[in-house]
Nanobody
Framework: QVQLAESGGGLVQAGGSLRLSCAAS????????MGWYRQAPGKERELAAR???????NYKDSVKGRFTISRDNAKNTVYLQMNSLKPEDTAVYYC????????????????WGQGTLVTVSL
């Protein structure tokens, strides 16, 4: 059974920084793309940042220049460094990864973490 465990959320003042981490565990053969999605109260879940296995990144326009996604393939971990945070960044942040493992029947399947709350105050 593959699991994603997020950490690093919390309360921060506007202009501050947070770093989110997400570690994949279980019987994992390989991981393709990894990403961070977010869902603000009353809104739909949206992609914040994504990184391929080759390190190619893409970002939501509103976080470009402020957020940086990275990954450590040896640790099966993806990070999101968030700087210059704004109140509109307040959301539950979810880790997402396409993982092939012993429980996926040889295919890449999408996995989600449980979410970590980021609150940015004025």
């Amino acid at each position: 059974q593959v699991q994603l465990a997020e950490s690093g959320g919390g309360l921060v003042q506007a202009g501050g920084s947070l770093r989110l981490s997400c570690a994949a565990s279980g019987s994992i053969f390989s991981i393709n793309a990894m990403g961070w999605y977010r869902q603000a109260p009353g809104k739909e879940r949206e992609l914040a940042a994504r990184i391929t296995s080759d390190g190619i990144t893409n970002y939501k326009d509103s976080v470009k220049g402020r957020f940086t996604i990275s990954r450590d393939n040896a640790k099966n971990t993806v990070y999101l460094q968030m700087n210059s945070l704004k109140p509109e960044d307040t959301a539950v942040y979810y880790c997402n990864a396409d993982i092939r493992g012993a429980s996926t029947g040889g295919r890449y399947l999408e996995h989600w973490g449980q979410g970590t709350l980021v609150t940015v105050s004025l």
